[in-house]
Nanobody, 126 residues
Framework: HVQLVESGGGSVQAGGSLRLSCVVL????????IYWYRQAPGKEREIVGT??????LGYADFVEGRFTISRDTRNTAALDMKSLTPEDTAMYLC??????????????????????WGRGTQVTVS
């Protein structure tokens, strides 16, 4: 199965920017969407946004135009964050989700790419 590695986190002052990266490691022909999530201490994990296999994007309401997701290659995605506030402090994680084209579902892809998570990268805004 694939492995995900996030990077780019750090400590910034309010109003600052960060660019997070998610790299999907491992050989697979399975198609997958990439999701960004975050989890703050004592809070539930929440979705930040997603980019699908066609490059279509979706964002949570709280993003309010401050974050931009991109999928630079099939195996990499980025989360560009600006105008950060202390409320954005959290562990940011990426996840793959199996996304087959109609009629191409492959059970082996469930092991390869379904619900695979990285360990996250910490973002702290003060």
């Amino acid at each position: 199965h694939v492995q995900l590695v996030e990077s780019g986190g750090g400590s910034v002052q309010a109003g600052g920017s960060l660019r997070l990266s998610c790299v999907v490691l491992g050989d697979t022909t399975c198609l997958y969407d990439i999701y960004w999530y975050r989890q703050a201490p004592g809070k539930e994990r929440e979705i930040v946004g997603t980019v699908d296999t066609n490059g279509h994007l979706g964002y949570a309401d709280f993003v309010e135009g401050r974050f931009t997701i991109s999928r630079d290659t099939r195996n990499t995605a980025a989360l560009d964050m600006k105008s950060l506030t202390p409320e954005d402090t959290a562990m940011y994680l990426c996840k793959t989700q199996y996304a087959p084209r109609p009629g191409t579902w492959d059970r082996s892809c469930l092991d390869d790419v379904a619900d695979r998570w990285g360990r996250g990268t910490q973002v702290t805004v003060s």
